[in-house]
């Protein structure tokens, strides 16, 4: 059971949240000024400012009620496979014991049949292992798949209504942003609109 039992042990959003949107309407605007100083001449151009900012993916698994509701669900998952599989491995352990306490009084071909049998089972655990870690890994990439989905969608609503042109994200374990001015940071606004846009997906779905 060490496969099912590796896996989900440290969930975590796993997002690279690195969603760059560039804005379409970026020019410049060149007004010609002339003056009599021969050095002075210059022509003044107007730059639309790239606006950057970034959310701390550290904070957002923490704090997306969507994100911890999959994390729930995944670990229920996970805790009533490694039960079922205990089980049957508790259950499996004591016909073996139960075997090798008897063997000394079987006949060969009873001995024989025994063994062949505790080897299928043997060999049906090992699958059911393989199928639950298997169906949980399934499950764990389609869930936080929807979850990056839900986030990114919102993000390019968000990034358009506000003129960002770039959203990076900053996690303590991926440091890829090494320094940001904390005046950048929209994390805290991005989950409140977040959880607002889950707690009303939820609301409706349960009419």
Known sequence: MNKL???LTN??????LVV???SCNQGTKTDPVATKDSTATSTATSTKTEKIVYINSDTLSEKYEYFKDIRTKLEAKVKKAQSDLQSKGQAFQREVADFQQKAATMSASERQATEEKLSRKQQELGRLDQNASASIQQDESTEFNNVYNAITEYLKKHAEDNGYTLVLTYSKS???VL???AKLDITADVIDA???EYKDKKSKEKK
Do not use: E
């Open 5 to 7: 039992f590796a896996t």
């Open 11 to 16: 969930v975590s959003l796993g997002l690279a």
């Open 20 to 22: 760059a949107i560039v």
């Open 174 to 176: 991926n440091p890829t």
């Open 179 to 181: 320094y940001a001015d």
């Open 194 to 196: 977040l959880n607002k």
